[in-house]
């Protein structure tokens, strides 16, 4: 038998602090939930000292989650870990992360504190949230460039706390996979008490090693990763669940250790999280970029017809990728189309929110014969998006372009449920659009990327469209898809600016 693999996925959490990538608490728990059914280990909810907003969040998906340990952060402070504490009180399974800096530069020049002093106050948080929880995990943020002595000093002491699990983060991605590997194996060889702990590894892609940086610790005996869907996270983000969790599962020659993820979920909890975020998926992203298993060369179309081993490592249906076939069509009734989301793991609580999501698959089929699995995912994550009480919604727009005129957009719009109409010129149908909506809105926000992605194959395929805002320092993105472009640019834009407008419940989560 193999040894386990945990997987400690902080998408809600580090995931959360890229710039732009605040969710809401309902956003939050349909991604929790997916991360549940894909069989995640932990799932670190939030920070729940960080805002009223972080708290109800952590709060909400330790009521909601059952199968994988929901997990809070704290820094090792005791207010940070009686409100992860509280926050985590109606979890099946709970676990309080508490982490204190130990690096030299970091105690000097962030916390000026002195080595003993982190060793007390980190042994003194561990007592403290064992109070609440068998569960508790402590990190050394910085241990990447922490002296090794001193790790093993502060990381022996708090095993002997009760630390059940010792995450050791590369905080600022500065760490090589041989050396990386090398300090694991040597911590779990000096330090006294390591057998009373997992050792688990978090590491940041700075350097673009964060997922070679976690494999090669897991190679030295590390059996927790912590990773993020996409590799979302802080800076360049965090490893990769989905990179981690197929290089185990693909070199099963080489590693000693397997994870129980469901990985036909992978794609599932990709395409949520691109959408939920505003933040797309690169083409060539390994195991779900749209590229991930398409083949270009005629040598390679050729290996793969006589053999799939001759050019793929892996089975896209074992990531979740479905051959993009027609799955429905303008005749397709209720159940089909209630029968193939249930496929693609997505229910509905309520029934209303299924009618509604049937009624604009109906319209998608009248403009677009073919509808395939990637429409339907959009389509769902439109229709929830939607029912949500937005403080902007789209009532309706007329754009026109024509040889020789200047472009022009007739926009109204429902602001705080009362309708508004502004009529605007811009360089294109789409910049007219946005001054229509900015002369209503008046958000003073600065457009800082707008593009444009065809979600499926021919004209006839919805555009998905993604932009970036910012305004005083805090980002947003939007996502917005429909057939027509102009359309999708609207729904992207007013998703960003709901985004902007409701900033108490979107608070970033970084103290
Ligand atoms: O990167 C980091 O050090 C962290 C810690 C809180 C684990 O995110
Ligand atoms: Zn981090």
């Given at each position: 038998?193999?040894?386990?693999?945990?997987?400690?996925?902080?998408?809600?959490?580090?995931?959360?602090?890229s710039p732009g990538a605040s969710m809401t608490?309902?956003e939050?728990?349909?991604?929790?939930?997916?991360?549940?059914?894909?069989?995640?280990?932990?799932?670190?909810?939030?920070?729940?000292?960080?805002?009223?907003?972080?708290?109800?969040?952590?709060?909400?998906?330790?009521?909601?989650?059952?199968?994988?340990?929901?997990?809070?952060?704290?820094?090792?402070?005791?207010?940070?870990?009686?409100?992860?504490?509280?926050?985590?009180?109606?979890?099946?399974?709970?676990?309080?992360?508490?982490?204190?800096?130990?690096?030299?530069?970091?105690?000097?020049?962030?916390?000026?504190?002195?080595?003993?002093?982190?060793?007390?106050?980190?042994?003194?948080?561990?007592?403290?949230?064992?109070?609440?929880?068998?569960?508790?995990?402590?990190?050394?943020?910085?241990?990447?460039?922490?002296?090794?002595?001193?790790?093993?000093?502060?990381?022996?002491?708090?095993?002997?706390?009760?630390?059940?699990?010792?995450?050791?983060?590369?905080?600022?991605?500065?760490?090589?996979?041989?050396?990386?590997?090398?300090?694991?194996?040597?911590?779990?060889?000096?330090?006294?008490?390591?057998?009373?702990?997992?050792?688990?590894?978090?590491?940041?892609?700075?350097?673009?090693?964060?997922?070679?940086?976690?494999?090669?610790?897991?190679?030295?005996?590390?059996?927790?990763?912590?990773?993020?869907?996409?590799?979302?996270?802080?800076?360049?983000?965090?490893?990769?669940?989905?990179?981690?969790?197929?290089?185990?599962?693909?070199?099963?020659?080489?590693?000693?250790?397997?994870?129980?993820?469901?990985?036909?979920?992978?794609?599932?909890?990709?395409?949520?999280?691109s959408s939920i975020t505003g933040f797309p998926v690169q083409?060539?992203?390994?195991?779900?970029?749209?590229?991930?298993?398409?083949?270009?060369?005629?040598?390679?179309?050729?290996?793969?017809?006589?053999?799939?081993?001759?050019?793929?490592?892996?089975?896209?249906?074992?990531?979740?990728?479905?051959?993009?076939?027609?799955?429905?069509?303008?005749?397709?009734?209720?159940?089909?189309?209630?029968?193939?989301?249930?496929?693609?793991?997505?229910?509905?609580?309520?029934?209303?929110?299924?009618?509604?999501?049937?009624?604009r698959?109906?319209d998608l089929?009248?403009k677009k014969?073919?509808?395939?699995?990637d429409d339907?995912q959009v389509l769902?994550s439109d229709t929830i998006q939607d029912s949500m009480d937005e403080k902007i919604k789209l009532i309706s727009l007329k754009a026109s372009v024509e040889t020789g005129e200047t472009p022009k957009a007739e926009v109204t719009l429902s602001i705080d449920g009362k309708e508004q109409h502004a009529n605007a010129e811009g360089g294109g149908p789409v910049d007219a659009t946005y001054k229509a909506i900015e002369s209503m809105v008046n958000s003073g926000c600065n457009l800082q990327l707008y593009s444009v992605n065809n979600i499926t194959?021919?004209t006839d395929s919805q555009g998905e469209v993604t932009v970036r805002m910012d305004k005083d320092g805090r980002i947003v993105n939007g996502l917005g898809s429909d057939t027509d472009i102009v359309m999708a640019s609207a729904k992207a834009y007013i998703h960003a600016l709901n985004k902007v407008l409701a900033p108490a419940e979107r608070?970033h989560?970084?103290?």
């Open positions: 038998m193999q040894d386990k693999l945990i997987i400690f996925d902080t998408t809600l959490r580090d995931g959360e602090q608490k309902d939050k728990l349909r991604i929790a939930k997916a991360l549940e059914k894909m069989r995640v280990d932990i799932i670190e909810a939030g920070f729940p000292i960080a805002s009223e907003g972080d708290f109800d969040s952590v709060k909400a998906v330790a009521e909601l989650i059952t199968d994988s340990t929901v997990c809070g952060l704290a820094r090792a402070l005791d207010k940070d870990i009686d409100r992860a504490a509280e926050a985590l009180k109606p979890a099946n399974s709970s676990r309080i992360h508490t982490f204190l800096a130990t690096s030299p530069i970091h105690m000097k020049e962030k916390l000026r504190m002195e080595p003993d002093q982190v060793v007390e106050q980190a042994v003194h948080a561990v007592k403290r949230a064992r109070n609440y929880t068998d569960n508790v995990e402590f990190s050394p943020e910085d241990a990447g460039r922490s002296e090794f002595d001193f790790l093993c000093r502060v990381i022996e002491q708090v095993i002997d706390a009760g630390a059940t699990t010792i995450n050791i983060p590369d905080t600022v991605g500065y760490n090589l996979p041989l050396y990386f590997g090398e300090l694991i194996g040597n911590l779990i060889k000096n330090i006294p008490n390591s057998d009373k702990a997992i050792f688990s590894v978090h590491c940041h892609n700075d350097l673009g090693l964060a997922v070679g940086n976690s494999l090669s610790a897991v190679m030295n005996g590390a059996r927790q990763v912590e990773c993020t869907i996409n590799g979302l996270g802080e800076r360049a983000g965090n490893a990769a669940l989905e990179e981690v969790v197929m290089t185990v599962r693909t070199r099963r020659d080489v590693f000693t250790c397997d994870t129980q993820l469901d990985t036909t979920q992978i794609m599932n909890c990709s395409r949520l999280v083409p060539n992203k390994a195991i779900v970029g749209a590229n991930a298993f398409a083949h270009e060369s005629g040598i390679h179309q050729d290996g793969v017809l006589k053999s799939r081993e001759t050019y793929e490592i892996m089975r896209a249906q074992d990531v979740g990728w479905h051959a993009n076939k027609m799955v429905l069509g303008k005749h397709s009734g209720r159940n089909a189309f209630r029968t193939r989301l249930e496929e693609l793991g997505v229910t509905f609580e309520k029934e209303e929110d299924l009618n509604e999501a049937f009624s698959f109906k089929a009248d014969h073919e509808i395939f699995d339907l769902v194959d021919g608070a989560p970084q103290l």
